[in-house]
């Protein structure tokens, strides 16, 4: 069979082009979220040093803690969860913008241009695929437009719940316009057939178990390490410290330290399982193509210390003695694991899957 033949070229070229186009658009989500946090004034936010000092002076809106301690009632009814220390009660930021008209409205344009990437970036992925007639996660440069394309999804589809987090939004597409600069510049690999290794619909399961394992990770990993700025905020105030106006302007707008430890903790339990099966998945095929179920390849290594990373995780944010800081922690090497995993293992380690190139 003639291979290059075998390659819808028109569809390919159309793809690249879909991929840069999306690129554009999310440029400018990029854009309009910084003028979201700039514009947003800190007027209309429950401030944390007001929740925690107890002084009005700071605070625009009053705030009342009701008897049980757990929560708090502002001008607008808010959720006020108590930090994995258990020491005090704090009443979660808007998100992003702060309240303001300005600052709403750029938001709601991020968004909404966020949602426009998305929908190219997702035609691109799809017609990458059309043009070879396979699924598009065979090489490095195909996983991560992939990635980057599930893990904006995964950030709109928690939008559409009415999940507060908004506050995900400048983070993920800085993160994803970096993700699709390296891949369209480093890790670009022209469309093309697979390799006989990779004819099994074990790629359609496999694979994609683990795209979105790995970018609902992102979106924990995001949340523990705006968990340890938050928290360390907090602890500031709460001993009498003052933070600088960049760190206050910034952190009054994010969810407390609690509400982000608690959101990454379920997130990250949420899609354990999956990645448990990701393995399992990965063991099957690597049964099927190699005759084992398992040869202790760098990939497998790295998943399975990706695995062990996440158990100890959940297991310390179970225990009382590892929650809050020390379990964040344990939550960042775990997901710097899958990092190396994807990254590392591919480019710098030798072994059986190094067959799909980069």
Known sequence: MNLAAATNESLAHTSN??????????????????AEWVLGSRSKVGRTAAALSGSPDGAAAPVVVAQGGSTAVLERPKVVTRAAAGTRDVPDGPGAAGGTFKGDLWGRIAVSLTVVAFAVEAAGVITRALSVQRAPWANMYEFSITFSTVAVGSYLVLLALKKNVRWIGLPLVTTVLLDLGIAVTTLYTDSDQLVPALHS???WIHVSTAIICGAVFYLGAVGTVL???RDSYENKIAGGGTPGKFAASVLERLPSASSLDKFSYRINAAVFPLWTFTIIAGAI????????????????VWSFITWVAYAAYLHARATAGWKGRKAAYLALVAFACWLFNYYGVNIFVTGLHSYAGV
């Open 201 to 203: 619909y074990w790629l």
């Open 227 to 229: 968990y340890l700025f």
């Open 17 to 34: 082009v879909l991929i840069y186009s999306s690129m554009a658009v999310y440029t400018l989500a990029f854009f309009a979220h910084i």
């Open 285 to 300: 095929w690597a049964g099927d193509a190699w005759g084992r179920y398992w040869g202790w390849d760098p990939k497998e």
